[in-house]
Nanobody, 115 residues
Framework: QVHLVESGGGLVQPGGSLRLSCGASGSIFRRITMGWYRQAPGKERELVATITSGGNTNSLDSVKGRFSISRDNDKTTLYLQMNSLKPEDTAVYYC?????????WGQGTQVTVSS
């Protein structure tokens, strides 16, 4: 079982940066794939970035070069560093983890990019 809690969202101007964190409870954190999803108003939830237990990463084309996902297994924390933010990045961002066939979700944190 994994309990996920996001933090770090907020309001930022275009071109700014934010770092999202996701604290995880549960001993299985270090061996499961983790990631970030986002959902903008009126749109479907989309996968932003993933990181495997071994540290292999993948990300959405529209955020490549701007967003970076990382994890600290000792702190059981997942991160999403977001740079050069654009208004279209505005969404609720969700922390996600998968252990075998079971998905775990955080409650979400709002990111708003606006001048």
């Amino acid at each position: 079982q994994v309990h996920l809690v996001e933090s770090g969202g907020g309001l930022v101007q275009p071109g700014g940066s934010l770092r999202l964190s996701c604290g995880a409870s549960g001993s299985i954190f270090r061996r499961i794939t983790m990631g970030w999803y986002r959902q903008a108003p009126g749109k479907e939830r989309e996968l932003v970035a993933t990181i495997t237990s071994g540290g292999n990463t993948n990300s959405l084309d529209s955020v490549k070069g701007r967003f970076s996902i990382s994890r600290d297994n000792d702190k059981t924390t997942l991160y999403l560093q977001m740079n050069s933010l654009k208004p279209e990045d505005t969404a609720v961002y969700y922390c996600w983890g998968r252990d075998l066939a079971k998905d775990y979700w955080g409650q979400g944190t709002q990111v708003t990019v606006s001048s």
